[in-house]
């Protein structure tokens, strides 16, 4: 049995597991509901959205440039905990998942000939728009979020000696109520965004398996397949969470990379190598220089851009801010002894370069496959884009099989990891939370994918993150003002000579 409870599991578990009887219940009702309400937020705090977003890549740049930033994330002179080499690894693994094999070639595809950030479709200028625009959600705004939520918790962990959880972060700004009930609210709303966040990263991972399975061997497409499916993973990752098979989670993760990387290599090879080079090139050019305009446009003389601008950027930031909880608790466990410059450096930088390749390859090749008329790919499922561009290449089965195989190894790690940040979160920050705790939310976070593909697919698991998303972002604001509060405090007790060594003045 579960004994001694938190309120913070009892209350954000009682939550999810009534959004799933009502998924069960109320299908119809829920996706009705969920829609109105994403489309609420979208069409009145879209601003807002892009606001925020762009202020915490601002934040992370501040910290570049001013002598604070070479205060490190742990104690006086403490060395780093891993090595450059492993740590950018593990940077990578966080970055890369589910959502990147879903949307590599998708997402291009689709600004291209489909809906044009722009309006324009199917034209050279059109390649152009779509590649940067890519850029643009999965680059340094992305990575901005999920570097604002690390760097706090890190900084308070390892350089104050609180705990992992986002409540403990606060106290500079709302005092002893961060150990009270608004500190439980704080950690309730944290929980729910991540459950939903990771719950929608899970369900598209269960559609573009079952694309690809329909794609290639016509198995019907459907929710029965996609509940096959995540009934299937969700017994490979509790084994796992129950057994704490630690090393086999290990070295699954590591086959990710091989798989990635060895899926990654073969497209690029076989593929319109000069073509994706020199997008990957330009792209970057047009991503720099646009990227004031892009980060506040808004469109609001346009209705069917700003359309689009819901559908996608509104989307993705949602998506980051909901998903930073998990990425952030990760990746500030591993950055321990860095110096805050370094870390915002290479987490802003060195991720969202390996994205740009990654888009350029997969969304290069599909939109050279249909621009030069080989083949259609726009005209595909989305979840079945990736595999209408293996069809077009050299050992095309091959890679579809290993792209399969990868997309399941992802979901194992990402289900498995989701139910250890989440058992942590709701047993007061425990490093090593029960297995039975990890169990029922690995149960939880199967239940809330299912729900939300059975009321509306796709669509309703982003409704729903966008939703829990909005809370979520105004408790990052107020992190990044307690961390901005707590860290200027910190440097003017330092001298600035002897911040490198974290010494303070006699």
Known sequence: MLKNLTTVFKISASVMLILVLLGIIWPDGLEELTTNVQ???????????????????????????????????????EKPEFSRPTWIAMLFSAGMGIGLVFWGTAEPISHYAVSSPTGETGTNQAIRDAMRFTFFHWGIHAW??????????????????????????????????????????????????????????????????????????????????????????????MISAWTGLGKGIKYLSNANMVLAVLLFALVFTVGPTLFILNMFTNSIGAYVQNLPEMSFRIAPLNEETREWINGWTIFYWAWWIAWSPFVGIFIARVSRGRSIREFVLTVLIVPSIIGFLWFSTFGGTAISLEHDGVDMISELATEEALFGVFANLPLGMVASIVAIILISTFFITSADSGTFVLGMM?????????????????????????????????????????????????????????????????????????????????
Request: proline content about 3%.
């Open 39 to 77: 489309a609420f937020i979208a069409d009145t705090l879209g601003w807002y959205y892009l606001i925020v977003v762009t202020l915490f890549v601002i934040i992370c740049l501040v910290f570049l440039i001013t002598p604070v930033g070479k205060i490190r994330l742990g104690s006086p002179g």
């Open 144 to 237: 901005a979020i999920y570097g604002i939520v690390a760097l706090v918790l890190a900084y308070f962990s390892f350089r104050h000696g609180r705990s992992g959880l986002v409540s403990a972060t606060l106290k500079p700004v709302i005092g002893d109520s961060a150990d009270g009930t608004v500190g439980r609210v704080i950690d309730i709303l944290a929980v729910i965004a991540t459950v939903l966040g990771v719950a929608t990263t899970l369900g598209f991972g269960a559609v573009q398996i079952n694309g690809g399975l329909t794609y290639l061997f016509d198995i019907p497409s459907g929710f029965i397949v996609q509940l096959i499916i995540v009934a299937i993973v969700t017994v490979l990752f």
């Open 426 to 506: 709701t047993t007061g920050g425990s490093e090593n939370p029960g297995r039975r705790i990890k169990l029922t939310w690995g149960v939880l976070l199967s239940a809330t994918a299912l729900a939300l593909l059975y009321t509306g697919g796709l669509q309703a698991l982003e409704n729903a993150m966008i939703i829990a998303a909005f809370p979520f972002s105004i408790i990052m604001l107020l992190m990044a003002i307690s961390f901005v509060k707590a860290i200027y405090k910190e440097g003017k007790e330092l001298g600035i000579g002897e911040i490198n060594h974290g010494k303070k003045k006699k």
